[in-house]
Structure formats: C-alpha cells, structure tokens
C-alpha cells in the first residue's frame, strides 16, 4: 500500500548483491548522535601536560571534569577545575562548562560563568571539545579586560597590571581581594 | 458521540469530489501502486499521528478529518492558554486551562462525522516503540527543535528491514511568523531530520560579558536577570517559565537594571516573550504550511499524485517576508548521520573473545583496518583510548570477555579511530556459536 516498501526494495537491490537476510536483531538503546560526537572529540583531545580529565561515571562520556595547571602566565601554579556537561543537542548547542572554583579573574564570575565566545554566542556545530579546552587555557594565559564578568578584576588588569597580579596572587592562596574570599587553588 | 464505523458506500455524495481526486489516476500516478478501488477503505482503517495540537495541529486535525482520514490519534502535553485563541481555532475561551489534545480532539468529532480521534495529553518521550509501531503514517505540528528529533529519532529506530509495516512516513511542517516548511522523510529511505539539522538557524545569543556588563537593550536586561541574576539569588529552587510569579522576578529584576543603565522598553510580556523564546505565530502561515502537509499525507496514503519525497524534491520552503516566494528541493540524505546514515554491519565474533581480541580482530579486517579503536555502546564505555583518564579506568575491560561485558548476540558497537577522524564505524556483533 505505501509506496516506501517497494522504494526501499529497489534501493537494497541496487545496493547489494545477495546477503541472505538475518533474522532482527532485539531491539537496543541507539546510540545518541550528542554520544557519536563525544565519543570522536574525546579521542581528539590534546591535552598536553598542562591538562587532566576525570569521568566520575566512565559509562557516561557527556559529564566530565577537566583541570588546568597553568604553566606560564599570572595563574602559574594554580590548579583550576571544570565542569563538562554535553546536552542531547550537542553538537548543535555548546557543552555547559562551569569552573568548580570560586576565583579572582576577569572573564569568569564568581559563580563559575565563564565569558569565552564559543562557548555561548560564537558556538558552531564544527567545533569541537578541543576547541573549548583550549579557549579555557588561553583565558589563564591572556585574561581579557575587555570582557568583563568580574568587573572589579577586570578593572583592576585595565589600570593597575602589577596590582592585578598581586591580586591573582592572593586569590589564588585563598585570600581575600576588595572584600570577596577566594578559593586556595595552589597546588 | 462519534461512531467509528461509517463505511464510505453509506455516503458517496458526501466524498464525490474527493473521491474524483482520489480514486482517478492522474498522469503521473503510478500505476504499479495505485488501485482507485481501495482507497477510500485504506485511508479509513489508516492510523494517523498527529503530534502537536497548537497552531499547526489545530489545522492538520481539521484538514486530515475532511481529507478522508478516520482513525487519528493526537498527542500534546500542553494546555490551552488565552493567547492561543486567535489562530488555535478549536478552542474557545471556557477551555482555557483544558488539555489541547482532548478538546481539539472532541471538537472535530463533533463536527466531522464519523471521525475518531484518540487524545494522548502527555510527552511524546512517554510512549515506548510499540506504542508508535501501530501507525502508518505521522504528522507533526511542532515548536522544538527537541521534539522533533526525538520523534525521527524513534521512527528511524523502529525500521526492521524484514517488516514493511515498520516504515513509517514523517511529514513535518513547522513556521515562524511569514516563514514556513513542508518536508516529507521516509526512514532510512530519505533524508532526516538529523541529516537536515543544518537548516535551523540557530538562536542568536548575546556575549555573556555584554549582558554582564554593557547592555544596550531591553532584551540583554531580561537575559541579565534570567542567565545571571537567577542563578546568583536562586529565588525559587527550579525555573518555571509558565509559572507568572517567577516571570515576574524576573520582570522586577530586568526592570530595576533596565533603570540603572537608562535602557527603556523592559515590559512583563517582553520578559516573558524573551524567557520562552516566544516567536510570533501568524494564522494563515499555518495554514498554508499545514495544507501543504495534509496534502502529501492524502497523496501519500492513497498514492494518487506523486508525493513530496518520491523520489526527488523533499522540502518545502515557503517565505512569505517579501511577496510570496515557495522552494521545492530535495535535501540529500547525509552517509554519515548519526541517525540513520551508517546502518551497523556485522562484525563475526564470539562471546567468549576477551575485548582485546575483538579490537585485535577490527585491526585485522581489511575494510575496517583500525588499530587505535575507541568502543562504546549506548550504555557502556569499553574502551576509549584517550583521554588518558578514561583510558586507564576502561582498560581492565581489555581482559574481559564479551560474555562478562554483557555484551549479546546482536549488540551494536560504535567504533572511531584517529586515523579516520571523521568516520563512525557502527558494527553489530554476530556471535559465531549460534
């Protein structure tokens, strides 16, 4: 009656040449296109020897950790962590990243928000997870006064470079920098 | 009450001129699956899906009800809302509140003799695949993107090569203001939805630091309060954006800003028009858009007229922001889909190989030729390569055999390699012993 049966017919016979059909298989769980994708960035990943990962559940490979240990820069010595979450629309929406730390920086805010372009506005299907670990790296190696999601941080590397430093320092050691507590993240 | 059973034979007169349509060849039917004779009894005994019952759904249930169609099922997790009531014709002012499944659904009953229409007021995620195996054709009607590849998702999944009934044709329409879509996909035949996410714009978003920092418009003060403030107060312990007393948090949150930055324009309703995403919805863009789709549903199930799809054009793009301007293409179905490009080929092995031997055995067969493997299922990771962490905590799997991984006769296997970067090799274990 529907016309699709015959459709296909034509199209296996086209394709191949006499395989004796096999009896269906049970039906599984499919495999989620967000999966595929993870399963391919993930082994793509470089991670250098500035950068670990940690799967709490192996099994799920859409929830990670990541940690970054500068080393260069104003956050030399720091260990920072990140939160990974890839939604079902991966790769068509960007992977929820959080830093698990309360820190003195200009481009992330103290609930962990991270201000980087392609993870929100400038996300695009073609990128991948590499493309976000290493914009996370960047911001330690170059904070970016000029956008800014702590805005007392960022003015601070705008007019006063040395005192910005002095700052990450503190913060860093898990002190205290214009009445906000930071969290020690020295290794 | 509706009766089920109205043989078309009892009410020719009241069929005439769709019946001329639909029991006549035209030129370029095709004559190996047509038979005029049947088709009004096919079309009768067809279950039809229908998913949504909004703008869209309101005028597909309609349109199929006097198309000939009389076994429709709708589903639709949503209430009707005073807002729906311009253009979701089906629905009166008293049934604010209501499920729009079953008043839409009781509506056309009671104005189409003869139709019965079975109401499901839930999620479409709430139906298992058996649940979608009993029907023979779909239509959806639908806002998300979600929804959308959820269900072609499911439809692709319940193709069994062997059972012609497992082929189930989707049509989807969707619109946004003047614009509009028709497109029409046969599982595994045609191109999907997954192969043709691409043709979704995606959400313009703003710089997060913008709305941190410099907004300049009444919608960056409303995306402050919703991405920023929300979080920072947690003043209710979950977001419900159909709930008016967290819009309206959000509404004073947007609105004291909006003042601190001198940036007019913040109202309630344009709080909650950014909040939902709320795209204005214009009545006769659906109702071209559901025609254009009930019309391939009626070609589809008599065979009288080629259909979108067979074999050529499968979309249908319609404009109407500048005079009226239709596109008709066809969308080429994408090898590697993560849906249903890639269909798994069999990968002879044995229950009793440890992992290591099946990986060992990938290396050695020639079309597959991979000697760095990473394997997962759906469920499981088996082995992954890298990231080094992962590596470690997969590698004692090396050791264990098929049967203690869980692994049974049939289990399909995603495989990807660093030497092929942009290939998915989806294998199906054929266990050897049986």
């Given at each position: 009656?529907?016309?699709?049966?015959?459709?296909?017919?034509?199209?296996?016979?086209?394709?191949?040449?006499?395989?004796?059909?096999?009896?269906?298989?049970?039906?599984?769980?499919?495999?989620?296109?967000a999966q595929l994708r993870v399963q391919r960035d993930l082994a793509e990943l470089s991670l250098g020897n500035t950068m670990t990962t940690e799967f709490p559940d192996p099994d799920n490979i859409l929830s990670f950790i990541l940690y970054i240990e500068p080393d260069e820069g104003m956050y030399k010595g720091g260990r920072f962590s990140f939160s990974f979450n890839v939604t079902p629309a991966f790769p068509h929406e960007p992977p929820k990243v959080l830093c698990r730390e309360k820190i003195y920086h200009p481009?992330?805010?103290?609930?962990?928000?991270?201000?980087?372009?392609?993870?929100?506005?400038?996300?695009?299907?073609?990128?991948?997870?590499?493309?976000?670990?290493?914009?996370?790296?960047?911001?330690?190696?170059?904070?970016?006064?000029?956008?800014?999601?702590?805005?007392?941080?960022?003015?601070?590397?705008?007019?006063?470079?040395?005192?910005?430093?002095?700052?990450?320092?503190?913060?860093?050691?898990?002190?205290?920098?214009?009445?906000?507590?930071?969290?020690?993240?020295?290794? | 009450?509706?009766?089920?059973?109205?043989?078309?034979?009892?009410?020719?007169?009241?069929?005439?001129?769709?019946?001329?349509?639909?029991?006549?060849?035209?030129?370029?039917?095709?004559?190996?699956?047509?038979?005029?004779?049947?088709?009004?009894?096919?079309?009768?005994?067809?279950?039809?899906?229908?998913?949504?019952?909004?703008?869209?759904?309101?005028?597909?249930?309609?349109?199929?009800?006097?198309?000939?169609?009389?076994?429709?099922?709708?589903?639709?997790?949503?209430?009707?809302?005073?807002?729906?009531?311009?253009?979701?014709?089906?629905?009166?002012?008293?049934?604010?509140?209501?499920?729009?499944?079953?008043?839409?659904?009781?509506?056309?009953?009671?104005?189409?003799?003869?139709?019965?229409?079975?109401?499901?007021?839930?999620?479409?995620?709430?139906?298992?695949?058996?649940?979608?195996?009993?029907?023979?054709?779909?239509?959806?009607?639908?806002?998300?993107?979600?929804?959308?590849?959820?269900?072609?998702?499911?439809?692709?999944?319940?193709?069994?090569?062997?059972?012609?009934?497992?082929?189930?044709?989707?049509?989807?329409?969707?619109?946004?203001?003047?614009?509009?879509?028709?497109?029409?996909?046969?599982?595994?035949?045609?191109?999907?939805?997954?192969?043709?996410?691409?043709?979704?714009?995606?959400?313009?978003?703003?710089?997060?630091?913008?709305?941190?920092?410099?907004?300049?418009?009444?919608?960056?003060?409303?995306?402050?309060?919703?991405?920023?403030?929300?979080?920072?107060?947690?003043?209710?312990?979950?977001?419900?954006?159909?709930?008016?007393?967290?819009?309206?948090?959000?509404?004073?949150k947007a609105l004291d800003r909006a003042r601190e930055f001198n940036i007019p324009g913040v109202t309630y309703s344009l709080t909650q028009g950014v909040v939902k995403n709320i795209i204005p919805a214009i009545a006769s863009t659906n109702s071209v858009i559901a025609a254009a789709c009930c019309n391939e549903a009626l070609k589809i199930a008599s065979n009288c007229a080629p259909s979108l799809g067979l074999p050529d054009a499968n979309y249908m793009m319609y404009s109407g922001n500048d005079g009226i301007y239709?596109?008709?293409?066809?969308?080429?179905?994408?090898?590697?889909?993560?849906?249903?490009?890639?269909?798994?080929?069999?990968?002879?092995?044995?229950?009793?190989?440890?992992?290591?031997?099946?990986?060992?055995?990938?290396?050695?067969?020639?079309?597959?030729?991979?000697?760095?493997?990473?394997?997962?299922?759906?469920?499981?990771?088996?082995?992954?390569?890298?990231?080094?962490?992962?590596?470690?905590?997969?590698?004692?799997?090396?050791?264990?055999?098929?049967?203690?991984?869980?692994?049974?006769?049939?289990?399909?296997?995603?495989?990807?390699?660093?030497?092929?970067?942009?290939?998915?090799?989806?294998?199906?274990?054929?266990?050897?012993?049986?």
């Open positions: 009656m529907l016309k699709i049966w015959s459709m296909k017919k034509e199209q296996e016979k086209a394709e191949n040449a006499g395989e004796g059909t096999t009896a269906p298989a049970p039906k599984k769980k499919r495999v989620t296109a481009n992330i805010d103290t609930e962990g928000k991270v201000c980087l372009n392609i993870l929100r506005e400038d996300w695009k299907p073609v990128l991948n997870l590499n493309a976000v670990i290493v914009g996370l790296q960047f911001l330690f190696l170059e904070p970016n006064a000029s956008d800014p999601l702590n805005k007392e941080a960022a003015d601070d590397l705008r007019n006063n470079r040395d005192g910005f430093k002095r700052n990450v320092r503190q913060a860093m050691a898990g002190g205290t920098v214009r009445g906000e507590t930071y969290q020690r993240v020295l290794v | 009450m509706a009766s089920a059973n109205v043989h078309p034979a009892s009410e020719p007169a009241r069929w005439k001129y769709l019946d001329s349509v639909r029991t006549r060849p035209g030129p370029f039917t095709d004559a190996s699956t047509f038979n005029g004779s049947v088709v009004a009894r096919a079309m009768e005994t067809m279950k039809v899906l229908v998913i949504g019952a909004g703008g869209l759904g309101c005028e597909i249930l309609k349109n199929l009800a006097l198309s000939g169609f009389k076994d429709i099922h709708v589903i639709d997790m949503d209430t009707i809302d005073i807002s729906n009531l311009n253009r979701q014709f089906l629905f009166r002012q008293e049934d604010v509140g209501k499920s729009k499944a079953e008043v839409a659904a009781r509506f056309v009953e009671k104005r189409v003799r003869g139709v019965r229409i079975t109401p499901y007021n839930c999620k479409i995620q709430d139906f298992d695949e058996d649940f979608y195996m009993q029907f023979q054709l779909v239509i959806c009607g639908l806002d998300s993107i979600e929804a959308r590849r959820w269900i072609n998702a499911t439809l692709v999944g319940l193709v069994d090569e062997n059972i012609e009934d497992s082929y189930k044709p989707l049509i989807d329409g969707g619109t946004e203001g003047f614009k509009g879509q028709a497109r029409v996909i046969f599982p595994t035949v045609t191109s999907c939805i997954e192969c043709q996410l691409d043709m979704h714009a995606p959400r313009a978003a703003v710089p997060l630091c913008t709305l941190a920092s410099i907004p300049r418009q009444p919608e960056h003060c409303i995306e402050w309060a919703h991405v920023i403030a929300w979080d920072q107060e947690k003043p209710f312990p979950q977001l419900d954006k159909d709930d008016p007393e967290h819009i309206n948090w959000l509404y004073q239709t596109y008709t293409f066809r969308h080429e179905r994408k090898d590697d889909c993560p849906v249903c490009g890639g269909q798994a080929r069999d990968l002879p092995a044995d229950a009793a190989w440890t992992l290591r031997e099946l990986l060992d055995s990938l290396a050695a067969r020639p079309e597959a030729q991979l000697r760095q493997p990473s394997v997962r299922t759906a469920t499981k990771t088996l082995y992954m390569q890298l990231p080094p962490s992962l590596e470690e905590q997969t590698r004692p799997n090396l050791d264990k055999t098929l049967a203690e991984l869980g692994l049974d006769h049939g289990q399909e296997i995603v495989v990807t390699d660093p030497a092929f970067a942009t290939v998915i090799f989806m294998f199906k274990l054929k266990f050897k012993s049986r």
